[in-house]
């Protein structure tokens, strides 16, 4: 049953890779409770840390990457609105920065469906990579399994995925029963907070109609988020 809703969502993941838009689900309510900030007060953080073994840590400083990575992070040619797709290089030191801080390529998403969550969840035990771990957490999201995914990208936000806090993001605005437009914009308020200059283009397309109250609210929780799941580290994008 997992696999047929993968099937059903991939002509929506293919339209929203190609706008930077990377969703998990169909349109949800968009503003659904905007003041229940604390997530970990649906379920706790606790429980949700307790989830699976967590790979020992890879270097968040170190990048290592095959030559051929920036021609895997540029921008497809069929894709548009490349500028605010936070998953393409414009430069080598870029590609490899992507692939650090947990950024899966456009193909990769693209490719998603095309494999089971046990085959990323072995993936991401067996190499520890950030990126395994944020398509592992996808994979989970498609299923389902929202709750375990965000145990999940939380445990890679304080290793130094930022991605996963495009991820959370999405979560918060995508899914039925967690949705919160507050909450969302906070999460990527915290992936520029963390390094990425590119959440920035990403927020104002995304939460252009928030008023100055409610970005006042989110600049605050994305601190507070930054701070709890991200250990206030910050990676500067090349």
Same mark, same amino acid.
């Given at each position: 049953? =997992?696999? $047929? !809703?993968? @099937? #059903?969502?991939?002509?929506?993941?293919?339209?929203?890779?190609?706008? %930077?838009?990377?969703?998990?689900?169909?349109?949800?309510?968009?503003?659904?409770? *905007? $003041?229940?900030?604390?997530?970990?007060?649906?379920?706790?953080?606790?429980? #949700?840390?307790?989830?699976?073994?967590?790979?020992? =840590?890879?270097?968040?400083?170190?990048?290592? =990457?095959?030559?051929?990575?920036?021609?895997?992070?540029?921008?497809?040619?069929?894709?548009?609105?490349?500028?605010?797709?936070?998953?393409?290089? %414009?430069?080598?030191?870029?590609?490899?920065?992507?692939?650090?801080?947990?950024?899966?390529?456009?193909?990769?998403?693209?490719?998603?469906?095309?494999?089971?969550? %046990?085959?990323? !969840?072995?993936?991401? *035990? !067996?190499?520890?990579?950030?990126? %395994? *771990?944020?398509?592992?957490?996808?994979?989970?999201?498609?299923?389902?399994?929202?709750?375990?995914? @965000?145990?999940?990208?939380?445990?890679? #936000?304080?290793?130094?995925?930022?991605?996963?806090?495009?991820?959370?993001?999405?979560?918060?605005?995508?899914?039925?029963?967690? #949705? $919160?437009? @507050?909450?969302?914009?906070?999460?990527?308020?915290?992936? +520029?907070?963390?390094?990425?200059?590119?959440? =920035?283009?990403?927020?104002?397309?995304?939460?252009?109609?928030?008023?100055?109250?409610?970005?006042?609210?989110?600049?605050?929780?994305?601190?507070?988020?930054?701070?709890?799941?991200?250990?206030?580290? $910050? +990676?500067? !994008?090349?």
């Amino acid at each position: 049953m =997992a696999a $047929n !809703r993968k @099937i #059903a969502a991939l002509a929506v993941t293919a339209l929203l890779v190609g706008t %930077a838009c990377l969703y998990f689900f169909g349109r949800g309510t968009e503003r659904e409770n *905007q $003041n229940a900030f604390a997530p970990e007060k649906e379920f706790g953080q606790k429980k #949700a840390a307790a989830l699976m073994p967590v790979p020992p =840590a890879t270097s968040a400083t170190t990048p290592t =990457a095959p030559s051929s990575v920036f021609q895997h992070c540029q921008c497809p040619s069929d894709t548009e609105d490349c500028e605010r797709n936070p998953n393409v290089a %414009a430069t080598p030191e870029e590609a490899r920065w992507l692939l650090t801080h947990g950024y899966p390529t456009v193909k990769q998403i693209q490719d998603l469906r095309t494999r089971s969550t %046990a085959d990323y !969840r072995e993936e991401y *035990q !067996r190499t520890g990579s950030k990126v %395994a *771990q944020s398509l592992y957490a996808m994979s989970l999201a498609l299923d389902g399994e929202a709750r375990t995914a @965000i145990g999940l990208l939380w445990q890679g #936000a304080a290793q130094g995925n930022v991605y996963a806090f495009h991820l959370l993001s999405d979560l918060y605005r995508r899914t039925e029963e967690l #949705a $919160n437009l @507050i909450t969302s914009a906070a999460y990527l308020r915290a992936a +520029y907070l963390a390094g990425d200059s590119r959440a =920035a283009d990403r927020y104002a397309y995304q939460f252009g109609m928030l008023s100055p109250p409610e970005n006042l609210l989110a600049d605050k929780e994305a601190f507070r988020l930054f701070t709890t799941y991200g250990q206030g580290r $910050n +990676y500067p !994008r090349p």
